[in-house]
C-alpha cells in the first residue's frame, strides 16, 4: 500500500482512538511507520535523504521499543502493508502531521494517567516522536532547497551564459 493511504489511515485510527490503551497503540503504530518508512527511503529514496532516512528509521525503531505495547499483535504492523512512497514530499509531509497528532495524543495520556510507568513511557515516547519530527521536517527543508537550486539552475540556463542583460536598448559602445 503506498505510504499516504498508510499515514491516512493512521490518522484516523488515532483520530477514532478512545482510551490510554488504543492510543497507545496506534502511536506504536505510528513510530512503526516512521520506521518503515524511513528503511524504504534509505533502500529507495533519493541519495541525498538516505542518511535523514536512516535517522529516522533508527528513531522510529526506538519508539515503537519504548512503546512495546499488548494491545498491539505481533505482525499486525499497518506498517507492514508499505509497498512504495509515491511522492515523498507529500508523504513526508503526512507522516509530520500524524507524529505531531501522535506526540499530542501522548502528552495527553501523560496528563491524564497517575501510574509512574506509564507516565515515563509516554516521555520517552514523545521523545522519540518530537526526534522523528525533527527528522522528517529536515528531510522536507533538504528536498525545498534542491527544488530551489533547480530551479535557479533552470532560470539561469535561461539566461543565457551570461545571465541576464539589462540596460538601455540600442546602446553599442564606440558609436555616437
Not at 499515514?7 to 490503551?21: D, F, K, M, V
Not at 525545498?144 to 535561461?158: L, V
Amino acid at each position: 500500500m503506498e505510504a499516504e493511504r498508510l499515514i491516512e489511515a493512521g490518522r484516523r485510527a488515532l483520530a477514532a482512538s478512545r482510551g490510554t490503551p488504543a492510543v497507545m497503540a496506534e502511536a506504536w503504530q505510528a513510530q512503526a511507520l516512521a520506521r518503515t518508512v524511513g528503511g524504504h527511503l534509505v533502500r529507495c529514496g533519493p541519495a541525498e535523504l538516505r542518511t535523514d532516512a536512516r535517522g529516522l528509521s533508527e528513531i522510529g525503531g526506538r519508539g515503537a521499543a519504548v512503546l512495546d505495547h499488548p494491545m498491539v499483535p505481533a505482525g499486525a504492523a499497518r506498517a507492514a502493508q508499505l509497498t512504495e512512497v509515491a511522492d515523498v514530499p507529500r508523504a513526508l509531509g503526512a507522516l509530520g502531521l500524524l507524529l505531531g497528532d501522535v506526540g499530542i495524543a501522548l502528552v495527553g495520556v501523560a496528563c491524564d494517567t497517575e501510574e509512574d510507568g506509564l507516565y515515563w513511557q509516554c516521555i520517552e515516547a514523545i521523545d522519540a516522536v518530537d526526534e522523528s519530527i525533527d527528522r522528517v521536517y529536515g528531510m522536507l527543508r533538504r528536498l525545498a532547497e534542491q527544488e530551489q537550486e533547480r530551479e535557479q539552475e533552470q532560470g539561469r540556463e535561461r539566461d543565457g551564459p551570461y545571465g541576464v542583460i539589462r540596460g538601455p536598448a540600442g546602446f553599442v559602445a564606440g558609436q555616437s
